[in-house]
């Protein structure tokens, strides 16, 4: 399985120099997909990516499926023998949709979804009257998040939205930022990283409906789970956002469509086929 | 030689002469509309003929659609259709298929002629009228001849065992894909992106691909248009699509043109990289015209997602479930490509869906009518879903066309206000009346294959607002009969730039009619879709329409 890696974040908030460091940190090849709508070759060319490993996307058909793009890009990939992929989302981008491909095309694993947001530019766009809410998504959408040109009242703004970043002093590697085999590494505290040899880690990644009843009864029953965080989507077609750990368990709906993507933190061994009684 | 045409009545859509009974052509040409009196100082010293085939009939101006796709079409067609609703097309209707036991009936008895060389694809399975789809009940029917069933939605498909053999899908391959169901043959959204992957070397081979335009024509022609505009050329393959309409449709028998708009955004990277240099390059495609396709000075920008999936851009309140809607590039990047193509000239042609998305057009036209005024600047906006009184007020002030897809009343408004977005904005989608009443150009068009391509239909839509239960949606937004005719005549001629030679009835225009069987303008409106096209005359030249 090729990990795929997201990096969203509207126009202009640094993703490609942000590929571009993630780039010449890496050892192994790595393939870039470019996934904008305007000078598409001018942003593809920004990327130093030596081989011809990065390859730019153009925007299919917008009423159905039929130029499959991204879908054709990520078999050429698989043909490349890269140690992993990076997507870059086009500015005005809905992360978590590009985010299915991780969890749906076959030979691929999500990584996880990391934001990149300009302080300096954050109040305007959030404010903007034709793209408050995609900017919003993007950040709510992020496993993590990158905040580089910022003051503090910028980190104030981020807090207010329950967001998990990390500011560019902060990063020691870019890499730690994403792969972390195929755990988004912010779904959990530096702390609990640093704790990771006693605990595990799995993920649940399914298109069948979860009782949200049944799922919080079992995750009080197991208590060899830590934590778990992630999506579900419930019978009546709703998917909801979790978060739990030792002292709560806390549902709260979300208005992304999204197939179950859940990461448990556990001490034990976790048989996911021991879950069967979650699903309605 | 000159060959009058006598009829029952001719609608001219000409305000100055609106009713006539013979219409005089030479060659490609209209002389002159009037009566066989009225015309004899052109009768009298010229060889001519009266030709009475059409003297229990009404003329109107060959139809227009101003905007549809021809290549999608060509993907579409050449696959055998199963459907809910009854399809009308010139090789037969589709009739409708409405129960599990009928559509495997109607399977198995089509099975026998693959559709794409060895595989047999079909298109409108529908769940609720057809029931659940998997590999084991393809399998009952037939595993080994490969069958794909393509759901009406386009967003799922299903095969049978013949069918995932011949294509190479193993259930190693798609082993934890979320959205592939490999033991019930099913892919869904991203999962069908896999299959249709899969499936493209057939889906868009040439040949099919050329079989599916080949059908097209005809469709046209039944539809009974004689222009049409293929509103984003550069979909798929810019040069695919340009060459094989090239090949079909200029002939002596093709009875329509094609007006061909470029998709700016997509000819980005055929042109070299930048936005500069894709207009460099569409600014020579007139180069390549002939007479029957045509590039202009126009182009095609895109702002919001599209309506039938749900993502157009909406202003307050947005959904009722609370979801985004989705942009195809962001608002700078639409205003750079806008200023760049308007700077240069061009008539500039929006697909905008929800009242957001038309907002961002609107800012910026407005935005750009400040740098650079221009008058009569063709500036479209195209489908035209949701949107407010207050930006039909605005849009009117600015000098914007209006091509709207009246057809989402009929489909989506009853949906679009029980779960969408709520009664109120749901009936006043394609706020067509509000149009006509502020003095906007506006047409209407089928974006073929979103709707049927037939203009009588979207005009009996914008008409009567009646939608698939029967209820009227905001009657106050219908048109009359005589707007309506406006709307895929005239007004779509405008559209299209094309209006000092075709649209209307008149002396000094081609000769394109489109021959009907009832007075559109006459019998109840309720009625409208229903009459019968007899022929259609294009550049002077008539093309019955044969009855199977
Ligand atoms: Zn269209």
Redesign the interface.
Known sequence: MIPLTIISGYLGSGKTTLINQLLREAKNPIGVLVNDFGDLQVDAKLIENKDSLTLSLTNGCVCCNLNEDLGSSLEQMKEKDVEAVVIEASGVALPIKLANYGLTWPGYSLSGILSVVQGESLINLLSDKFVSKTVRAQIEQADQILLNRFQDKDKEILSRLNADYITEKEVKSYWDLIFEEITPVNCFTEQELDQHSTFQSSVLSTDKVINRNRLERYLIKNSSIERAKGWIRDEGGKTWLLQMNKSECNFSISSYETNTRLVFIHTQDLDLNSLDPIYS | MIKVYKAKSIITMNPSLPRTEAVAVRDSLILETGSLDSMKPWLENNDYEIDEQFRDSIIVPGLIDPHLHPS?AA?LLPTFFITAMEWRFPWGDTPATTSPEDYDKRLKEALTNPTHKDIFITWGHHDLWHGPMSRSRLNKIESNKPIVVWNRS??ELCMNDGALDYLGITED?????????FERGRFF??????A??KL?PY?LDPEIFKEGLLKLKEVVHFGGQTTIADMAVG??NFDNEFDTQLELYENEDNPFRVELIAHA??L??YA????LEAEKLIAKLPERNTHKLNFRKRVKL?TD??F??QVA?LMEP?YI????G????????FE??ARIYWNQGYAIHV?VTGD?GL??AL?TLEKLQFEKPRFNHGFTLEHFGLSTPEQVYRLSKLGANVSANAYYVHELSDLYANHTVGSERASSMSRIGSCFREGVTTGLHSDFT?APAQPLMSMWVAVNRVNEKGNVMSPEERITPQQGLEAITINAARILGLDHEIGTVRAGKKADFTVLNKDPLEIDPMEIKDIEIIATVFEGKVFPINKK
């Open positions: 999608m993907v386009f967003h391959d798609v082993k934890g894909a979320s959205q592939i169901d959204e991203l999962g069908l992106g896999y249709v992957q493209n889906i979909l798929f955004t997509a980005i990277q070299g990289g930048s936005n895109f997602g599209a039938f999936a851009q947005g479930d609370g979801h985004e989705e942009w195809l590039s962001t608002p700078e990047q750079e490509v697909h957001l907002e961002l800012d979103m």
